[in-house]
């Protein structure tokens, strides 16, 4: 459940936010979800990383959509890749490579100033 609600932060945040903000502010939002939602490391990585790489994958393909592929084909030339698919999901895995260790950051930020419980003997 808290993996979805991150998730979701993280989405909607990164969403909404990017149109005004820097590209890297992306992973501050993450870390800020990683922060508030406690969870394992991998769970918010993986929250992260789905969140903000299904909303760049997503805009980058609106943007390609309503451009007619203009950006994307002299995108092409300039790097050894033949189909724009392909550098839509590169967009896509880099975005969500950012906020996946954003999240990552984030949590371990917050598990620093948690005490660690005491294990007894018999647990």
Request: proline fraction near 2%.
């Amino acid at each position: 459940m808290k993996l979805l609600l991150r998730l979701l932060l993280i989405a909607l945040m990164t969403y909404f936010l990017l149109g005004f903000l820097p590209w890297w502010t992306m992973a501050l939002l993450a870390g800020f979800a990683g922060f508030l939602i406690p969870g394992s490391g991998l769970n918010s990585f993986i929250s992260g990383f789905l969140g903000g790489g299904l909303v760049w994958l997503y805009m980058s393909w609106m943007i390609d959509n309503e451009t007619q592929s203009i950006l994307t084909d002299k995108m092409v030339q300039l790097f050894p890749i033949d189909d724009t698919n392909l550098l839509i999901l590169g967009t896509g895995l880099l975005g969500g490579l950012v906020a996946g260790f954003g999240a990552l950051t984030g949590t371990s930020f917050r598990q620093i100033f948690m005490k660690k419980k005491k294990r007894s003997l018999y647990n």
